[in-house]
């Protein structure tokens, strides 16, 4: 208690009033089973009540569309020109050709460093194959990165994944964007929190790039983010705000209005959470 109001006071000093969640509640159980070890998830903009996820590795590259009432999958849609080494994050924002998925190969299990950027299907309503749109290849110093961020200038940024030190997050130029080339991450910054697990797993912008979420182990953090400066606003400490202690928790997104966001953990028949503003 006394740790969550330190990072009140910290937060209201930076100039925002503290937003404030409902505990959540279970809205539907994935029950498909394609969907086992759900690493992301994303909302859709253009198709209400769908949202996006996808596998941890040894899947293939299918990124699934299920419904955020019922929690059946829709569809199941097959990424030419992908492959799935360790995928561990999916973001949603815009693109040159209207809204675009981004995917992050980016793990630490034979990930190769890639980030495809794929269309978002006209109708998610019947199975189909889509190609690459474009993608990307990086080098980084950190080896193990399962946040995926694309704001709503379709600038990305991840984060990665560590242990017993602060996490740094990074901003992907877009200049690497079908370059053919490995481009090298040199703007990064630290973030100020870390924890004794590996942490954080997943995290979401909000559509107009204001609010920030991460999850971690056992937690869920947020940042206002002025101007939507990513990177300056993740060396400013959080806040905590609800979250279910789920089994393997690694896929948070916001709703498709901000309004709210869904959590997925990893594993089967799954239930997915959903958080209102209170």
Not at 241 to 270: M, R
């Amino acid at each position: 208690m006394y740790y969550n109001f330190i990072l009140v006071l910290s937060f209201v000093k930076y100039g925002a009033a503290a937003p404030t969640f409902t505990q959540g509640q279970v809205v539907a159980t994935v029950t498909s089973h394609h969907i086992e070890e759900a690493s992301g998830i994303a909302a859709s903009r253009t198709h209400p009540g769908v949202l996006y996820t996808h596998n941890d590795h040894g899947d293939g590259p299918d990124i699934y569309a299920i419904d955020s009432v019922t929690g059946h999958r829709i569809s199941t849609i097959t990424v030419n020109g992908a492959h799935n080494s360790d995928w561990e994050d999916i973001a949603y924002g815009p693109c040159d050709a209207g809204y675009c998925l981004y995917v992050g190969d980016t793990g630490d299990s034979g990930a190769k460093n890639n980030i495809y950027m794929i269309r978002e299907p006209a109708s998610v309503h019947s199975n189909q194959h889509v190609d690459v749109y474009k993608q990307l290849h990086f080098s980084w110093s950190e080896s193990d990165c399962e946040t995926l961020l694309v704001d709503p200038r379709g600038e990305v940024y991840i984060i990665s994944k560590v242990k017993n030190q602060a996490a740094k997050a990074a901003h992907v130029p877009s200049s690497a964007w079908n370059s053919g080339t490995t481009v090298a991450l040199t703007n990064t910054v630290s973030l100020t929190f870390h924890t004794a697990n590996n942490d954080p797993t997943g995290g979401d912008l909000s559509p107009n790039g204001q609010e920030l979420l991460l999850v971690s182990h056992h937690k869920m953090f947020y940042w206002n983010v002025p101007n939507g400066d990513v990177l300056t606003a993740l060396q400013t400490d959080p806040i905590e705000v609800p979250y279910h202690d789920e089994p393997q928790g690694e896929a948070v997104c916001w709703d498709a209005n901000g309004q709210g966001y869904f959590t997925l953990s990893e594993g089967k028949n799954q239930p997915l959470y959903y958080y209102g503003r209170s």
